[in-house]
């Protein structure tokens, strides 16, 4: 008979609050899991040695992974937050382990299990409980405005999983693989057919990978001193995984810092920027500032298939036309257009400043970007757009 005392009851409802709360993560970045996968989750625990961390992660990943494309994404966030439980609470696994190991009707985790399956695409949990979060999803749900130096070094750690949700994306088309998985039958027939029956060489192929190309313009404006910080802190994570990524900054005046964010620590990158940018934290004059990227840097850093991501609260003191016409050539000369506003995230906003009202028009996105789930937002987005 298996055990169903409180203390075995208790620890199989723990794990499962822990197996809810790493799919939260998973889905805060960008990766599809649903009721039935915890639940098929839960129940493999009975057949395999949970305390032995190659087992748990091939279980968690064969059951909550149907996307090859999300498994980069998903070794990140495992080791995040799962490697942690690990290293502090083995004992509570071991327990957990032993009561899986027998097959019984009476198992308390039928009740547990049971629970996720209320849901009908999100995991079910009393969120009005005061630890129905974990510290990452409170950190998530945060504004950057209102972090504190330790929150800043915290939330470095969560930023590469979402950098590496866009940072390459998978083509439809192939190209050739000295090794793989995947057989290449048609290069095979062609170089095999003087061969006949008694040589076969194998060829494989494997899926190009298409870089995303982005171009990022960020206001750095008195209005958006509150976060300039933090958002410098995600450029520099994103020059270090996009190659083919341009930064420029403006307030009254537009400058390209994409070289001083190479080969530097982010702490000496922020020093360069601020001691570079003479006009850090002024005015704001837009207008002007697209009108000198279109006509000084936009033939040199964009491409085609460049999207612009445009960083700004939208507090313009110039001429409203000179914005209208100098963001219809942005527009043109752009794949896409997104628009980041922190702003935007507070529910009783409303785009009326002269400046957003006639940015509007021309954004493809309108997105927020006040917390680092909005941040994960852009990136799903960003990944839509290479698909």
């Known amino acids: 008979m298996q055990d169903t005392s409180p203390s075995s009851v208790s620890a199989q409802a723990s794990m ?16 599809s899991v649903n009721s039935s996968n915890l639940i ?3 129940n493999s625990f009975k057949h395999i040695d949970i305390s032995r961390r190659e087992d748990f992660y091939a279980a968690t990943r064969t059951n909550l992974i149907s996307n090859v494309r999300d498994i980069e994404s998903f070794d990140q966030y495992f080791a995040q937050y799962w490697d942690r439980i690990f290293a502090f609470e083995d004992s509570e696994l071991s327990e957990i382990e032993a009561d899986g190991d027998e097959d019984s009707e009476e198992t308390g ?25 974990s510290a990452e999803e409170i950190l998530m749900k945060r504004d950057l405005g209102t972090m504190s130096e330790k929150d800043i070094e915290q939330a470095r750690k969560l930023i590469a999983p979402l950098v590496a ?30 061969q006949g029956k008694d040589g076969v060489t194998l060829a494989y192929r494997k899926k190009r990978i298409k870089k995303t190309r982005l171009m990022l313009l960020c206001d750095v404006s008195g209005s958006m001193q509150t976060y300039s910080r933090f958002i410098i802190q995600f450029i520099y994570a994103l020059n270090r995984e996009l190659k083919n990524f341009e930064v420029a900054v403006f307030s009254t005046r537009m400058t390209p810092i994409t070289e001083y964010l190479k080969h530097r620590s982010v702490e000496e990158s922020l020093d360069l920027v601020a001691d570079y940018v003479h006009d850090w ?37 110039g001429d409203s036309s000179l914005l209208s ?9 752009s794949h896409k257009l997104i628009w980041l506003n922190p702003l935007l995230g507070n529910s009783m906003y409303k785009p009326l400043c002269q400046g957003i009202k006639t940015a509007l028009p021309f954004m493809d996105y309108f997105l927020p970007a006040h917390s680092l789930e909005s941040l994960a937002e852009l990136a799903r987005t960003l990944k839509e757009i290479q698909s």
């Open 40 to 42: 098929d989750l839960c």
């Open 325 to 333: 016409s100098e963001m219809k050539r942005l527009s043109r000369r």
């Open 165 to 194: 949700l866009f940072a390459e994306h998978q083509s439809r088309r192939f190209q050739k693989d000295k090794r793989g998985r995947l057989l290449d039958f048609r290069r095979m027939l062609r170089s095999n057919a003087m």
């Open 281 to 317: 934290a002024g005015g704001t004059t837009i207008g002007n500032c697209i009108k000198e990227f279109n006509d000084k840097y936009a033939r040199d850093m964009l491409r085609s298939k460049t999207t612009v991501i445009v960083l700004s609260d939208g507090w313009d003191r």
């Open 16 to 31: 499962f609050d822990q197996v809810v709360r790493f799919s939260r993560v998973l889905h805060n970045g960008g990766i």
């Open 109 to 133: 985790s039928d009740s547990v299990f049971a629970e996720a399956d209320a849901g009908d695409s999100q995991p079910a949990t009393d969120e009005s409980r005061p630890d129905a979060y």
